[in-house]
């Protein structure tokens, strides 16, 4: 700014008195820069203020859930390489007055492993690469210094990933901070020092390192929630989502509008929290894998129990529920028979009693109606969504018990199978 404004004034020297008087100089307002105008002379300004763009409050857009769907991915593909082992060295001690110092090649260090882990904080496999190359261990060195070993290389996936090969399932990471080492470093190489022995006095032997393990592995995320929303598309399990939790999913209407699972969190005032998964709509053929059926389908393995979003302005809902126990036992026996709660949704529109009414006259569990829109009942699906989980949690410790009482009373019995022996 300085260098035009010094050529301008240079400039402005050398024009004809005509010339100058034609010249105006101009002062904005307030009273910092000058401007030249006229022939001869460049216009400039000696504020950026002036020149740069008003700028705004940026407002951030909301993540429609087309968006959305690039964010999240819940399988991967990968291929882990693991570190190779360093190079053993081969060399002698060389010191003056000291002739015969023998071998002092150190050891190459370990190539780095690559570990898997569980970590809460991740929400998706969207950040996993398809390779994984492990650090390779470094050299021997003289003075029968070692390499360093590789560093060892994490892969955080979020908690309810399935770590499979070849379609075979190896571990199930489920808590937080759960480690799988799945490809394991290669040994070092030996330097000449290692080979030293009483018949071999100067060995000139050096080892390389070993290869790491290389491994394909097949990721899959499935979604940890405690009850599940199943039900066909549109049929208001994301406002249902909506209005007994905080979880804000997408919302239109139109079939699919939901392509990806949303947890919601349900607290009380005893402070216990229940997770909902809002799966995406599952339609007719979804076990023979039609459109994203495993896809969505995977996602509820993990829901203790299960809740039917039923649609009352649908011709026949009880159908809905035929359809929807069908899918899921042919995609996994005995899916649909986990506890459950049938929930008859958009009561708030005409025709929805008289329905309702011949609903519960064809099954034979609890229907719970419910309005999404206006909120109406939602206060009885809240209650009984926990007496399911309190029968889940009184399930656990049973569970746990039992299991305490069979390694306990395990040695008693073979204590005395072994004297009935003698």
């Excluded at 260098?3 to 100089?25: D, H, I, M, N």
């Excluded at 991915?73 to 570190?83: E, F, I, T």
């Excluded at 560093?151 to 799988?180: A, C, M, N, S, W």
């Amino acid at each position: 700014m300085l260098a035009t404004l010094a050529k301008s004034v240079r400039a402005s020297r050398l024009l004809s008195p005509e010339t100058v008087s034609g010249l105006k100089l101009r002062q904005n307002e307030r009273g910092k820069v000058l401007m030249l105008f006229g022939a001869g002379v460049r216009n400039f300004c000696g504020s950026s203020t002036l020149c740069a763009k008003a700028r705004g409050v940026q407002k951030k857009n909301d993540v429609t859930e087309k968006k959305l769907t690039r964010h999240f991915v819940d399988h991967r593909r990968v291929k882990l390489v693991a570190g190779s082992g360093g190079r053993g060295a081969c060399c002698f001690h060389s010191e003056p007055r000291k002739e015969w110092g023998g071998p002092d090649g150190g050891n190459g260090g370990d190539g780095g492993s690559i570990v898997i882990k569980a970590d809460r904080v991740i929400k998706s496999l969207a950040e996993i690469i398809p390779i994984y190359k492990g650090e390779d261990g470094e050299s021997g060195g003289r003075k029968n210094c070692y390499g360093r070993n590789g560093r060892t290389t994490y892969i955080h996936v979020p908690v309810g990933t399935v770590v499979k090969e070849q379609g075979r399932t190896i571990v199930d990471l489920t808590e937080h901070g759960q480690e799988f080492p799945a490809a394991f470093g290669g040994a070092g190489g030996k330097g000449n020092r290692f080979f030293l022995s009483n018949e071999n006095r100067a060995p000139t032997a050096a080892t390389p390192g070993m290869p790491g393990d290389e491994i394909v592995l097949q990721l899959e995320l499935r979604t940890m929630a405690h009850a599940g929303l199943v039900g066909f598309p549109n049929a208001g399990k994301s406002s249902l989502l909506r209005a007994i939790s905080n979880a804000r999913p997408a919302v239109a209407s139109y079939p699919f509008t939901t392509l990806n699972p949303h947890v919601g969190i349900v607290s009380y005032r005893d402070h216990e929290q229940v997770a909902v998964a809002d799966i995406p709509g599952i339609i007719t053929g979804a076990h023979l894998n039609r459109g994203l059926g495993f896809a969505f389908l995977r996602h509820i393995e993990r829901c203790r129990f299960l809740l039917f979003v039923l649609d009352l302005s649908s011709s026949e809902p009880w159908t809905q529920l035929q359809h929807l126990r069908y899918e899921l036992d042919q995609y996994e026996p005995g899916l649909s028979q986990r506890p459950r709660a049938i929930v008859a949704n958009k009561l708030d529109l005409p025709d929805a009693r008289e329905k309702l009414e011949t609903l519960r006259s064809r099954v034979t569990e609890r229907v719970i109606p419910v309005s999404a829109l206006t909120g109406q009942n939602t206060e009885e699906l809240i209650l009984h969504l926990r007496e399911l989980y309190d029968g889940y949690l009184q399930e656990q410790v049973h569970t746990v018990q039992s299991r305490e009482e069979r390694i306990t009373h395990k040695p008693v019995k073979e204590f005395i199978f072994y004297h009935s022996m003698i």
